[in-house]
C-alpha cells in the first residue's frame, strides 16, 4: 500500500505562482510515474501532468510553457511548480502515483495507482 500526502494549496492572485508538492510512502517494488490531477466544480478530473522514472514528462495543453513537474526518485516525490496562475486553473489538484508493488508487477508490468487526497487550488484576485 503506498500513501501520496500533498502539501496544502492556497489562494493565488491571477499571475502568480504555487508550488505542490507530493511524497509517496509505503511497501512498492519501485514508482513507474507520479504525476498531478486536477478537478475542477462540475468538471471532471483531468490530467495536469506527468513525469516517468525514466524523466520523460507530459503536461496537458493548457498548461504547457506554465507548470512545471520535476521528481526526486530516490525519495519518491514530485513538485509541480505553477506559475502564470490563471482563474481556470482554479481546482482540486491530486497527486497520483503509479507504481509496481512487487518484482512480479515489474515483470509482467501491472502498475496499481494511488491517489492522494487533493488539495484545493483557488486563483482569484
Known amino acids: 500500500q503506498v500513501q501520496l500526502v500533498e502539501s496544502r494549496g492556497g489562494l493565488v492572485q491571477p499571475g502568480g505562482s504555487l508550488r505542490l508538492s507530493c511524497a509517496a510512502s509505503?511497501?512498492?517494488?519501485?514508482?513507474?510515474?507520479m504525476g498531478w490531477y486536477r478537478q475542477a466544480p462540475a468538471k471532471e478530473r483531468e490530467l495536469v501532468a506527468t513525469i516517468h522514472s525514466d524523466g520523460r514528462t507530459n503536461y496537458a495543453d493548457s498548461v504547457k510553457g506554465r507548470f512545471t513537474i520535476f521528481g526526486d526518485n530516490a525519495k519518491n516525490l514530485v513538485y509541480l511548480t505553477m506559475n502564470s496562475l490563471k482563474p481556470e486553473d482554479t481546482a482540486v489538484y491530486y497527486c497520483?502515483?503509479?507504481?509496481?508493488?512487487?518484482?512480479?508487477?515489474?515483470?509482467?508490468?501491472?502498475?496499481?495507482?494511488?491517489w492522494g487526497q487533493g488539495t484545493q487550488v483557488t486563483v482569484s484576485s
Open positions: 509505503g511497501r512498492i517494488f519501485s514508482i513507474k510515474v
Open positions: 497520483n502515483s503509479g507504481g509496481w508493488v512487487t518484482q512480479s508487477d515489474y515483470v509482467g508490468d501491472r502498475v496499481t495507482n494511488y
